[in-house]
């Protein structure tokens, strides 16, 4: 791979490491957000035989709209090359970015979740005659989107593998550059879905690049993780408490990882035209 290509990653790597630690009062803030969003998130496995499954997930999904506004704001900002985090305000317009972004992420996530209720026809039949039957299909796709297909995949469903491997490797990347290219638009619905678009945008970037960027990203992104599970280690043998040991992942792991996500998204679709970032 030519050097200047793996200088170009590294310093976007970097610097989106580094992004998060500008404010931690925004971590803690996001963090809040979350923790508030896990409740109704969590609840829903424990809800699946009492019949009150559909409400929880539709307040974890408001809820998650606006952490993916704040993903969304950050990219924003950082495509204007804006250093600091942005702010937490304007809650109407945070919220209504996030809606965009989630439906964005389910609409390209269909290729992927379609061979899932495919394979499950014998079971949608089943539903088929109940009155909330398009809830029953929404529902099983909110679960996909909110739980990831690894929860699946872990669960026995070894057919989910290559479904799973398909949205990882094809489906997500692209419609990363789709929410960027969003953003970048102000916020316009159209220009996430203008495909020539898009892929001109990668191929402007240099797909080796691009996916060399979303490998290391991803690496970067596990690691965090597994710092987190490790810290939650720690901590489960200190504090034997499960909702303490929780709020190091939901206050501080998760809203960082978003962070240096959303940054790094942003520097590698500008890297284009700004060449090696500063």
Known sequence: ????????????????????????????????????????????????QNGFTYPFLIIALLINCFISGYFFKIIQYSLKDTRELPKFRKWVKLFKN????????????IPATLPLIILNLPLINYYLYLP?????IIGAIAQIYLQGYATWLLQGYA??????????LIIFPISL?????????????SYAFKLKAIFDKIKNIGWI???????????????????????MFIFSILIHNYLSIKLIDSLIITPYIYMFFSRSLALIYNSEKNGLER
């Open 1 to 48: 791979m030519n050097p200047m290509i793996l200088m170009n990653i590294k310093e976007i790597i970097i610097n989106s490491i580094k992004y998060p630690f500008l404010d931690w009062k925004k971590i803690l803030i996001l963090g809040f957000i979350v923790v508030i969003y896990t409740i109704p998130h969590d609840m829903v496995p424990i809800n699946l």
């Open 177 to 189: 550059i789709a929410i960027t290219n969003m953003a970048n638009n102000d916020g316009k619905w």
């Open 132 to 136: 909330d039957f398009i809830i029953v």
């Open 209 to 231: 690049k691009f996916y060399s960027w979303y490998f290391l990203a991803s690496v970067i992104t596990l690691l965090v993780l597994l710092i987190g599970i490790f810290l």
């Open 159 to 168: 057919t989910t593998f290559f479904v799973y491997m398909l949205y990882c």
């Open 98 to 109: 996030g809606f965009k972004v989630t439906c964005v992420s389910l609409i390209y996530s």
